[in-house]
C-alpha cells in the first residue's frame, strides 16, 4: 500500500480506501458484523487504513456495524463520516443542518462508531444556503479544540462546486470528498485546482462510476432491479455510459489487467487526488481494490508525479 499526506492535516492515509454506504442496507443485502469485520480486517492486512461513511447509510447503521468491527483496533484507522441527512427509508433522506441538529447527529455518530473523537467530520452534499450558516461552522469549531472533531471536511453534492471548494479554508475544513471516475472529470475543470490552491486533501468517490467502470457489464446490459440506483439512471445516460465503458475497456486498458483496478489507478494518477473510496462488498472486492495502489500506470493527461506516492 501507498500513503498520501492529506492535504493540511499532515495525517497520512493509504491512497485506496473503504467506502461503506453497502452496509447500510441499501443496495440490495444486509451485511452482519461478521462479514464486516472480514472485509476490514483482510484491508488492514492489506494496509487500508480509511474508512468513509455517513450518517444516513441507513440509520447510522454503516456506523454501527464499523464500531462494532474496529473495536479493539479503532487507533489503526483513519475515520471519516458525515453530517447534514438522516435517513427516513431506502435512498431516501430528510435534511438536518441546524447547529443544534449537527451536534446530535454527532453525539449519535461517535456512539455508533464507539469512539470518542472523529478523524474527519464531513458537510455532506449540502446546499450553499446550508454552506454559508453563519451558526454551523463556529459549533464545529468549537467541537475541534474539545479533541471530538480532528478535521473537518465537506463532501461536495456537485462536481463542478468550487463555491464550497475554495471557501473550505474560510471553514476550517481541509479535505474535499467529490464524484471522479474515468467517465466524469468534471472536478478536473475547476475543483481540483482550486483544492491544489489551498492544499485541500481529495477523497474521490464513486471511482468505478457505480460500476460502470467494473468491466462486468457490456453495452447490452440493463439494470431493473428497484434495489440497484442504476435503476434509477436515465436510460440514454447508462446506454452512453455503458458504450463508453466499452470503448475504454478496448482501447485503454491493459491487456492482462482488472478494468476496476485500472479504473482506480487511473484516478489516482491525478496529482490532486489524495485517496479514492470504492465501496467493497466482499473481501475478494478490498483484495482487487488495493491492487490499484500497486498498477504503474502513466496518464498522458497528467504525467507528473505525486510527492509521497
Keep these: 500500500m501507498k500513503y498520501r499526506r492529506l492535504g493540511s492535516t499532515e495525517m497520512p492515509v493509504s491512497v485506496v480506501g473503504i467506502g461503506t454506504w453497502q452496509f447500510g442496507g441499501e443496495w440490495g443485502r444486509d451485511y452482519d458484523v461478521?462479514?464486516?469485520?472480514?472485509i476490514l480486517g483482510r484491508a488492514r492486512e492489506l494496509g487500508i487504513n480509511l474508512l468513509d461513511t455517513a450518517e444516513c447509510y441507513g440509520d447510522h447503521?454503516?456506523?454501527?456495524?464499523?464500531?462494532?468491527?474496529?473495536?479493539?483496533?479503532r487507533d489503526e484507522w483513519f475515520v471519516a463520516t458525515k453530517f447534514g441527512h438522516r435517513y427516513t427509508g431506502a435512498f431516501q433522506r430528510d435534511q438536518l443542518w441546524t447547529a443544534d441538529d449537527v451536534l446530535r447527529q454527532l453525539d449519535a455518530s461517535l456512539e455508533a462508531l464507539r469512539t470518542d473523537h472523529l478523524d474527519l467530520y464531513q458537510f455532506h452534499s449540502g446546499s450553499r444556503e446550508a454552506f454559508d450558516d453563519p451558526e454551523l461552522w463556529p459549533v464545529l469549531a468549537e467541537q475541534v479544540k474539545a479533541g471530538r472533531i480532528r478535521h473537518l471536511g465537506i463532501s461536495i453534492g456537485k462536481n463542478d462546486d468550487v463555491y464550497q471548494t475554495r471557501h473550505a479554508q474560510g471553514v476550517g475544513a481541509t479535505a474535499i470528498q467529490v464524484v471522479y471516475n474515468r467517465l466524469d472529470r468534471t472536478p478536473e475543470h475547476d475543483v481540483f485546482p482550486a483544492c491544489q490552491n489551498h492544499?485541500?486533501?481529495?477523497?474521490?468517490?464513486?471511482?468505478?462510476?457505480?460500476?460502470?467502470?467494473?468491466?462486468?457489464?457490456?453495452?447490452?446490459?440493463?439494470?431493473?432491479?428497484?434495489?440497484?440506483?442504476?435503476?434509477?439512471?436515465?436510460?440514454?445516460?447508462?446506454?452512453?455510459?455503458?458504450?463508453?465503458?466499452?470503448?475504454i475497456r478496448v482501447d485503454e486498458v491493459p491487456e492482462g489487467v482488472d478494468m476496476a483496478t485500472w479504473a482506480l489507478a487511473w484516478c489516482l494518477q491525478h496529482p490532486a487526488v489524495t485517496c479514492v473510496i470504492p465501496g467493497c462488498k466482499s473481501v475478494e472486492q478490498v483484495e482487487a481494490n488495493a491492487k490499484a495502489a500497486e498498477l504503474d500506470l502513466v496518464r498522458d493527461d497528467h504525467p507528473q508525479a505525486v510527492a509521497g506516492a
Design 199 to 247: 492544499d485541500l486533501g481529495v477523497l474521490a468517490r464513486v471511482p468505478l462510476a457505480s460500476g460502470y467502470l467494473s468491466g462486468k457489464y457490456r453495452p447490452d446490459a440493463t439494470f431493473d432491479d428497484t434495489s440497484d440506483v442504476r435503476s434509477r439512471h436515465d436510460r440514454a445516460d447508462v446506454q452512453r455510459k455503458l458504450e463508453e465503458a466499452e470503448r
Design 34 to 38: 461478521a462479514e464486516v469485520r472480514d
Design 61 to 73: 447503521l454503516s456506523e454501527r456495524l464499523i464500531g462494532e468491527a474496529i473495536e479493539g483496533r
